[in-house]
């Protein structure tokens, strides 16, 4: 009877070290940011992934508008664009051709969705002698839509 106390909590004790070292409490693994906003008649969401771009590579973004009432229950005229900027860089657009006028199509229901899609390219210069030199050290991505206006900073990460 005296082992098994000894064995059981050993046991026990190791489950509750497995199980905090996989938990990610600083979220050092997680690379996308979210952030949103409602209106009461939409949801605006902006997204990126990850939260960092390298110099010589790209990152993702996605605005995301969510219906929030019916199309019918809409008092006043909503103007059915969103605009996304960057600064630091350029989006390149894959579900748009102009940044600054996106139509937004959605069906009139409740939870209907539109999402666009886009990829942040930070904008710099380089040289084999100088290496990389004229970028920002940090960006910004943003997404505009019925009043509402979403940012998310992105850092800017010189390659090896």
């Given at each position: 009877?005296?082992?098994?106390?000894?064995?059981?909590?050993?046991?026990?004790?190791?489950?509750?070290?497995?199980?905090?070292?996989?938990?990610?409490?600083?979220?050092?693994?997680?690379?996308?940011?979210?952030?949103?906003?409602?209106?009461?008649?939409?949801?605006?969401?902006?997204?990126?992934?990850?939260?960092?771009?390298?110099?010589?590579?790209?990152?993702?973004?996605?605005?995301?508008?969510?219906?929030?009432?019916?199309?019918?229950?809409?008092?006043?005229?909503?103007?059915?664009?969103?605009?996304?900027?960057a600064v630091g860089g350029n989006l390149?657009?894959?579900?748009?051709?102009?940044?600054?006028?996106?139509?937004?199509?959605?069906?009139?229901?409740?939870?209907?969705?539109?999402?666009?899609?886009?990829?942040?390219?930070?904008?710099?210069?380089?040289?084999?002698?100088?290496?990389?030199?004229?970028?920002?050290?940090?960006?910004?991505?943003?997404?505009?839509?019925?009043?509402?206006?979403?940012?998310?900073?992105?850092?800017?990460?010189?390659?090896?």
């Amino acid at each position: 009877m005296n082992n098994f106390l000894p064995k059981k909590f050993i046991s026990m004790l190791a489950l509750l070290f497995i199980s905090i070292s996989c938990e990610d409490n600083n979220n050092i693994l997680v690379t996308e940011k979210v952030v949103n906003m409602n209106n009461g008649k939409f949801q605006l969401t902006l997204k990126i992934d990850p939260d960092l771009a390298y110099l010589n590579s790209s990152t993702k973004v996605t605005a995301t508008i969510t219906r929030q009432i019916h199309k019918d229950s809409l008092a006043d005229y909503v103007s059915m664009k969103m605009i996304m900027d960057a600064v630091g860089g350029n989006l390149d657009g894959h579900s748009f051709s102009l940044a600054s006028n996106i139509v937004v199509s959605m069906k009139d229901s409740v939870s209907s969705t539109f999402e666009a899609l886009a990829f942040f390219t930070p904008s710099y210069s380089y040289s084999t002698t100088s290496g990389y030199y004229n970028y920002k050290s940090n960006g910004h991505v943003s997404a505009s839509f019925d009043g509402m206006n979403l940012s998310l900073p992105i850092k800017m990460v010189v390659p090896r």
